[in-house]
């Protein structure tokens, strides 16, 4: 039964993705599951501080929780790599990435919904608070203790199909299997210290081997906005720490 919606639950999303206006910039999703019960979002809520908060405050019926993560094509992630400006194509995928993240989650939660579970979907991005610069709610946390992927030097969550893509998150009242989580580590850094590529690539160097300065990227992203001030809509967006290894991009 879990195992028949868990299954009904990735191809509605994988479905749904090939059809959005995000496909242009996009590989199929990877999809996981956690348990909101599970201890390590215990440790999520510790780590992140206020004012993330645990699935259970967020909706206290939830029992399973969906992540997904959307790649990004190669060609996207290529666009952007080197010291020049942020490229457009990367400002482009995001916007639209966004977009059907907000869709997809969005039509899942009235799917599950119609099937009388309990559901909510979790906004893309900027539902964060500009004091802190955090969220109530961390994706790729979720992400991690779904068993996506590992975090690496330049603080993305590394799936398997590497870390240029973004995040979603469904919170429902089902019970679904969550999967297990990598034992590899895809971070050669972390890995070996043979590799410092996201910490080069920062143009304001806000990422360093022991910390990063959310302010100081901040800062950069909004800088970058001004530059596609014409561009509407517009969009804070970067991504140099992302692209820039060999853990920006992998195939299957
Ligand atoms: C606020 C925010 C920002 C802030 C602060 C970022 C930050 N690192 O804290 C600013 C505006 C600076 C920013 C910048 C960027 N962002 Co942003 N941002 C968010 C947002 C809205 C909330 C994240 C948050 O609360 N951060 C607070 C920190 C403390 O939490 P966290 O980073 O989510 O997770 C941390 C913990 O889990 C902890 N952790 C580490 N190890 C372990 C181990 C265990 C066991 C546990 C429990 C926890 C833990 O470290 C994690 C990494 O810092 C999310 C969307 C969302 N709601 O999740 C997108 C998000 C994080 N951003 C994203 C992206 C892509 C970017 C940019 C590349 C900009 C761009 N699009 O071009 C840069 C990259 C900066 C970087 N290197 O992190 C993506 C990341 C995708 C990915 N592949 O991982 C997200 C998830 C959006 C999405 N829907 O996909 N962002």
Redesign the pocket.
């Given at each position: 039964m879990e195992r028949g919606l868990a299954q009904a639950i990735e191809e509605f999303i994988r479905d749904k993705a090939a059809r959005s206006g995000g496909r242009e910039y996009s590989r199929p999703p990877l999809v996981g599951f956690s348990d909101a019960g599970d201890p390590?979002y215990d440790?999520?809520v510790r780590?992140?501080?206020p004012p993330?908060r645990h699935p259970r405050e967020i909706m206290p019926s939830a029992r399973g929780i969906v992540s997904f993560?959307v790649p990004f094509r190669k060609e996207v992630v290529d666009s952007n790599r080197g010291p020049g400006p942020?490229s457009e194509t990367?400002l482009s995928s995001?916007l639209a990435v966004?977009e059907a993240?907000n869709d997809i989650s969005r039509s899942l939660a009235s799917l599950l919904a119609s099937q009388g579970l309990e559901a909510s979907a979790?906004?893309?991005?900027?539902?964060?608070d500009l004091e802190t610069?955090?969220?109530?709610?961390?994706?790729?946390?979720a992400a991690?203790?779904a068993g996506l992927g590992r975090?690496g030097l330049?603080?993305?969550?590394i799936t398997r199909l590497g870390?240029?893509?973004?995040?979603?998150t469904v919170f429902t009242s089902a019970v679904l299997p969550r999967g297990s989580r990598p034992s590899e580590e895809p971070c050669r850094f972390r890995r070996d210290g043979g590799c410092r590529a996201?910490l080069k690539a920062c143009p304001v160097s806000?990422?360093g081997a022991d910390g990063?300065d959310?302010?100081k990227?901040?800062g950069r992203?909004q800088a970058n906005k001004e530059l596609f001030a014409d561009h509407t809509p517009s969009?804070?967006?970067?991504?140099k720490?992302?692209v820039a290894g060999p853990c920006a991009y992998r195939e299957i």
């Open positions: 390590m440790e999520v780590i992140v501080g993330n993560f942020v990367w995001y966004n993240i979790a906004p893309a991005t900027h539902d964060f610069l955090k969220a109530g709610w961390s994706h790729r946390s991690l203790v975090f330049n603080r993305m969550l870390c240029a893509g973004r995040y979603g996201c806000s990422l990063f959310r302010f990227c901040h992203l969009g804070d967006v970067c991504g720490c992302v």
